[in-house]
């Protein structure tokens, strides 16, 4: 029942079906799954049905959380309260994933409704694409249409038009209409809510997608590798032996499969998301590694080319974007020297900013936050997390096969997720604290099917980790001040 639910939070937090639905519109529905889930938890638990093994990276989580409100506390705390609410809901959510998912079940469960959430924001990010041309009304000060736009139900050509016959100082932009109160912005599409970022939804689409490649893998065969076929195995005619039984049912497995991946390209292209394209990159190219080695490889170098063309976004405005995205991390370089390391709180990166936008950088944000502390905190949780589903990956344990098949998976999707976070604000955001989550609880799942399974962050590690994140900064300095 607890996975459940888990499930329902998940569609909850991707789809933001309040936002589109009337009759859901208004109702504390998080807060409803929470105290549902925690009256599942507590009755799984004493009906002897649930435990709980300590992930090595929750305890990060939780310092990194609370750290954080700290920092808010003492700099700014006036938005305490409200920084801090939306703290303890991604907490929350991070929470009752890792400790509502912890089987094999629950977590296929979680996979499958990733994937379909991820499939339905593609789906209607398509259909906007082929959406007429329609007047759009933005927040005053919001004049990049990156918020939530309201159709006014003319049509147009540009924003001329809107103007022409419209109200006077309001924020009109001309955008396809979509499905669910959709729009683009600046002809890029997008979803809503948590995706409403055209680059935001084209990371989250990616990273459902191992969980695609990995329900297309063939079972493994039950059947003992020693035992030797009979004589009536041996007289089937070809097209009725095992092996081309199975080869056309990897057909039929592996083909949805990529019609998902297809989806999920076009999305990206259309959404002109050209860390979209990387992160795609990065995780098709680990899949074909994983499943085809050198082969691999070379598929990828015939396929992945066209995409690398196709994807992002050309001329003056790519330009502008990753000047202003430069400005933005030497911005986050600067309030880290001047916090004295401390940093000036969660959310506050846009008050102190001279463009009043965020760093797009999770780890930059993070230390201009949060301070250096904050900043070694989170890379611990990042590297406990892929930590767990690496080593269940290349070790052997004694786990269910749908377990090992997505232990991969999930590594592959934090891989390309680490990558994407680099270019997006996402250091306390809630899709990518789900799949830390999922990571926690595939920790659970293996430990509960084999004890043998362990991940502990030693105190020599957890070092390693701090001084390469600190490494970073530098870094970043040297090659801003080399790029001029």
Known sequence: MAAIIVCVLCALVVLKPQEFVPALAGLPLLYIVFALFTVAFVADV????????????????????????????????????????????VLCIFGVIALGLGTTKGLRRFAWTLLLCMIFATGVALAQSQGPYGCMIADKGDWEGKGALQYDGRGCENAL??????????????????????????????????LADPNELSLAAVMALPFALAFAERKR????????????????????????LSA????????????????FVVMIVLSQSRMGVLVFLVVMGLAFIRRAGVFGVVI????????????????????????????????ALTMIRKSKGIGFGVGQFADESTRGLTA???????????????????????????????????????????????????????IGAYVGIFFLSWSYKEFLYMMLGASAALYQAA??????????????????????????????????????
């Open 46 to 89: 004493l009906r002897g049905r649930a435990r709980v093994d300590l992930p090595p990276h929750a305890p990060f989580v939780l310092a990194f959380f609370l750290w954080g409100a700290l920092v808010t506390l003492v700099r700014r705390p006036a938005v305490l309260q409200t920084e801090g609410t939306e703290l303890a809901i």
């Open 161 to 194: 038009d809107c103007r022409k016959d419209g109200l006077p100082d309001v924020n009109y932009r001309c955008e396809r209409v979509g499905p669910f109160g959709t729009a683009t912005i600046g002809g890029r599409v997008r979803y809503r809510g948590t």
């Open 221 to 244: 065969s039950s059947r003992d590798p020693n035992q030797k076929p009979t004589a009536a195995s041996l007289r089937l005619p070809i097209l009725l032996t095992d092996g081309f």
């Open 248 to 263: 056309i049912g990897s057909i039929f497995r592996v083909v949805p499969a990529l019609f998902i991946a297809l989806a």
């Open 300 to 331: 990828g170098c015939i396929a992945f080319p066209p995409v690398l063309m196709l994807g992002g976004r050309s001329g003056a405005e790519a330009e502008a974007s990753a000047d202003e995205r430069l400005d933005l991390v030497a911005e």
């Open 360 to 414: 797009h950088n999770s780890y930059l944000l993070a230390a201009a936050e949060t301070g250096i502390i904050g900043a070694c905190l989170f890379s611990l949780v990042l590297y406990g997390a892929i930590k767990v589903p690496l080593k269940l990956w290349f070790g052997s344990y004694d786990v269910d096969a749908d377990l090992r098949r997505i232990a991969p998976a999930i590594a592959i999707s934090l």
């Open 447 to 484: 430990r509960a099917e084999d004890p043998r399974f362990s991940v502990h962050i030693g105190a020599r590690e957890a070092a390693t980790v701090c001084a390469a994140c600190l490494l970073l900064f530098p870094i970043v300095w040297a090659v801003l001040h080399v790029m001029g």
